[in-house]
């Protein structure tokens, strides 16, 4: 059974910054790369569709931003802890929302929600003014 809990979620001022972790477990990881799983992040704010913020692919070496966050967020992975990061520097208001990880068999990166399989029940964060 494949369970994903998110954690790193609070409220900061503007400006600060946040380290969201995703960690896996239940997933098949031989250490070989097309074992793994591709990881992404989403957001969603209330009275808004779940948008597309980050994701990493099973190997590590591609990673997609959304232009919302380019600059600002960084998505990196540990394969040892099975757990995937989210740096979030610089955070503004509109970053206010439940962030959520998901996961999806395959090579390559997904930026659409339909293209991940499992996810997380997510983490709150909070940005103020």
């Known amino acids: 059974q494949v369970q994903l809990v998110e954690s790193g979620g609070g409220l900061v001022q503007a400006g600060g910054s946040l380290r969201l972790s995703c960690a896996a477990s239940g997933l098949t990881d031989s250490g070989r790369t097309d074992s793994r799983y591709g990881v992404g992040w989403f957001r969603q704010a209330p009275g808004k569709e779940r948008e597309f913020v980050a994701c990493i692919s099973r190997s590590g070496d591609s990673t997609v931003n959304a232009d919302s966050v380019k600059g600002r967020f960084t998505i990196s992975r540990d394969n040892a802890r099975n757990t995937v990061y989210l740096q979030m520097n610089s955070l503004k208001p509109e970053d206010t929302a439940v962030y959520y990880c998901?996961?999806?068999?395959?090579?390559?990166?997904?930026?659409?929600?339909?293209?991940?399989?499992?996810w997380g029940q997510g983490t709150q964060v909070t940005v103020s003014s």
């Open positions: 998901a996961v999806r068999n395959g090579p390559g990166v997904r930026t659409g929600v339909s293209g991940y399989q499992y």
